[in-house]
């Protein structure tokens, strides 16, 4: 999503976290409603894929780093940033393993959403936001655990 300095600051936010949250399972609704609405069905996806892109551009940077949402964003850079800065090894186990959860939980969704099968898309949702918010906690820990050092 090419984001700057300012934007990571910006995406720091607890708005920001907290409001993207629902973007899967909207985006997960809104696919499934072409079975419904047809066509139309691409005026919501639109607009949860612009509101995916401006999200983490429009709040303002929060006062403190120190709410849950905000230490996960900055565990986020310091996990994106591994290459450069070595991460402990078992949170780099941990973030591939619930990756790799939430990427079957995709494909699950995927499923679902292809042939309109109810179960799978709302089984395939949960795993995938399930395992990112997982994810999310787990960079907390790593941002506590790097930030300490």
């Keep these: ?44 996806v639109a607009l949860l894929a612009f509101w995916t892109l401006v999200n983490p551009r429009i709040f303002p940077p929060p006062r403190s780093l120190g709410s849950w949402a905000s230490r996960g964003v900055m565990g986020e850079r310091i996990w994106l940033a591994r290459s450069e800065r070595p991460i402990p090894p078992h949170h780099a186990r941990a973030a591939t393993m619930l990756s790799a959860a939430s990427l079957v939980g995709v494909a699950v969704l995927a499923y679902g959403l292809l042939v309109l ?33």
Aim: no cysteine; hydrophobic share 60%; proline share 6%.
């Design 117 to 149: 099968d109810p179960w799978a898309t709302v089984a395939g949702t949960i795993l995938a936001a399930g395992a990112k918010l997982w994810f999310v906690d787990r960079m907390v820990w790593l941002h506590d655990e790097t930030d300490a050092r």
């Design 1 to 44: 999503m090419a984001m700057d300095e300012a934007t990571w600051a910006r995406h720091a936010s607890p708005w920001s976290v907290w409001t993207r949250v629902p973007i899967l399972p909207a985006m997960a609704l809104a696919v499934y409603s072409r079975a419904w609405i047809g066509w139309w069905a691409l005026l919501p």
